[in-house]
């Protein structure tokens, strides 16, 4: 049997979960752009060093390509970071609706047989009687519409009956 204190401990322990989860994505969100002020500073060094170089500096010009190639590789580090964060929040969100939308449903069937379960007896007695009209209202519509259907057998039977007939006599005044 499940209570409603059990209930709502279960969904507080969720909510509890999503703002855990939530804090952690904000988490990720301070580290990308920690990591976006650094792709900024390692700009700023490349922009220097490539103006440096541009005046004549054969001799840093390999520092140069490694910053460069540290530039990329933040950037390939961001992007994948990004994309593996996104990845990761859009399955933690939609395992959370899963888990919620089956405590809900869970919760549903409970309260039902609950329900059921505390009624009186004369509201037990409606139910009952309930599901009995019911079931003879789908019985009396079956044979509702078997009569139609012989209703109709019988009005074209007669219909044939009454042209043969309208011929019959027809044929008796021709004659």
């Known amino acids: 049997v499940v209570t409603r204190e059990d209930v709502e401990e279960s969904l507080k322990a969720k909510w509890q979960y999503v703002k ?5 994505l904000k ?11 650094r792709l ?7 922009d220097y060093w490539l103006e440096y170089k541009n005046v004549g500096s054969k001799a840093l010009a390999n520092k140069i ?5 540290d530039i990329r590789e933040v950037k390939g580090d961001l992007h994948r970071a990004a994309e593996y964060y996104r990845n990761a929040l859009k399955a933690m969100k ?8 089956r405590h ?23 139910i009952e009687e309930n ?12 044979e ?15 219909i044939g009956l009454v042209t043969k007939l309208i011929d019959s006599r027809y044929q008796n005044l021709r004659v």
Do not use: F, P
């Open 20 to 24: 855990d989860q939530e804090q952690l």
């Open 27 to 37: 988490d990720l969100h301070s580290q990308i752009e920690e990591t976006g002020q």
């Open 40 to 46: 900024s500073v390692k700009q700023s060094e490349r």
């Open 65 to 69: 390509m490694n910053l460069e190639k």
């Open 94 to 101: 939609e395992e959370n609706d899963r888990l919620l939308e």
């Open 104 to 126: 809900m449903k869970l919760s549903k069937e409970k309260a039902a047989e609950n329900a059921v379960r505390y009624l009186d007896k004369s509201s037990c007695r409606e």
């Open 131 to 142: 599901k009995w009209l019911k079931e003879k209202v789908k019985m009396y519509q079956k």
């Open 144 to 158: 509702v519409s078997d009569l139609k259907a012989s209703i109709q057998h019988l009005e074209e039977e007669n």
